[in-house]
């Protein structure tokens, strides 16, 4: 099993851990945290189930699925959650999700996320196509999805079934040979 882990000036990414249960909840349980996501918060013994499914996707052989812990890189406290998942049937491209605790909002450690997924995807997957899609209402994840160097391809309407009903969602993607670390 390959260990993911990757250092950025303010953050860094790796595998997720049960050490990790109780920080990736104060994330996956908050309302505020989880408004333009698909799902309801969740509890304890949710997240609990989400890093056991986590830790078997990263032992599979070919592995899809990156769950990383976003962690502060001087305290190396858990402060949000990414997600890597390679599509099988189309194994040059990703989809990368994410989510922050709040305390961490308007901080730009949303786009310093984005570029280490996209520098993790291209440089060491080698991936030809990253990309998000997001809620149209999370301009903040627009902004840092941008800025990290993504662009803005189009709506998918009704994309996502929500404890609120069906939403639309905005995809942004990167491609390795347009992409530059930035």
Known sequence: MRRVSVTGERIGLRDVTRADVEALHTIYGDPEATQHMPFAPRSVAEVCGLVDQAMEAAAAEPRRLY?????DADRRHVIGVARLRVDPDLPHSAEIGFGLHPDQWGRGIGTDLV???LSFGFKQLGLHRV???????NLPAQLAMLTAGMVEEGRIRHHMHTPHGWRDSIVHAAIQDEWTER
Do not use: M
Request: glycine share 6%; no cysteine.
């Open 115 to 117: 570029r280490l997924l």
């Open 131 to 137: 990309w998000g899609a997001r809620s149209p209402a």
């Open 67 to 71: 769950a990383l812990a976003v962690v």
